[in-house]
């Protein structure tokens, strides 16, 4: 008698713990704007950065071998003037031998060809801007400078600190020199039996702000 009520109570004992969990909720909310203007990015040259032909002599075998700077025209063209900031994105993610860096491919299926990094500098737009970045998507922004260069994750925006905080400006149309800093990764890693093909490509996205 005792074990069937023992029993008994267990399972009101249950229930009511059920119903408590069930009360627990969160709330979700979806958020954003849809905004008229568009904005529109363009690279000169249909965007290809070519390097040409390399001989394997030229190559360290067990430092990076510096390809050169070289420098690309970057154009963003508004319908408005807006509040915007340029993010990038790795298609050969993985293949970079430095973090942060964007990658020039695979050769021989696992052995990382290179990286590069962009920079920017000498902007020109229809309001007088400068060069910032956000390491945090656009909650802080600071100064770039003409020698730094944007991590993968890193936003580029132009703008301004006349508030005394480095703002993004409202801007129709702008122009900027967008640099690229190309390495090879050291020889002694990598089989260079036939030739290889540098196989960097990424992405330039607009972020509305």
């Known amino acids: ?46 965007g290809v950065v070519d390097y040409a032909k ?6 360290n075998e067990t430092t990076p071998t510096v390809l050169g700077v070289e ?21 050969r993610p993985g293949t970079s031998f430095v973090p942060a860096q ?4 695979l050769i021989n299926g696992t052995e990382k060809l290179g990286t590069y990094q962009l920079g920017f500098k ?13 390491y945090n998507e656009g909650d802080t922004w600071s100064e770039f400078f003409d020698d730094g260069s944007m991590a993968t994750n890193d936003w580029i925006a132009f703008g301004n ?5 480095w703002t993004p400006e409202f ?21 260079l039996t036939d030739e290889v093909k540098l196989d960097g490509n990424a992405t330039l996205q607009i972020k509305y702000l």
């Open 1 to 46: 008698m005792n074990k069937h009520l023992s029993l008994l109570t267990a399972a009101l004992l249950l229930t009511g713990a059920s119903s408590a969990f069930a009360a627990s909720q969160t709330d979700l909310k979806v958020t954003g704007t849809i905004t008229p203007v568009a904005c529109e990015p363009t690279l000169a040259n249909g």
């Open 54 to 59: 390399i001989s394997f002599k030229d190559l």
């Open 71 to 91: 420098t690309i025209q970057l154009t963003v063209s508004c319908t408005a003037s807006a509040q915007f900031a340029i993010s990038t994105i790795d298609n």
């Open 102 to 105: 964007m990658g020039l491919g």
């Open 122 to 134: 000498n902007p020109v737009a229809d309001v007088p801007v400068r060069i910032m970045s956000s």
């Open 161 to 165: 600190n006349t508030s005394g905080t």
């Open 171 to 191: 801007v129709e149309n702008v122009t900027v020199d967008m640099w690229l800093h190309t390495q090879i990764a050291p020889t002694n890693s990598l089989t």
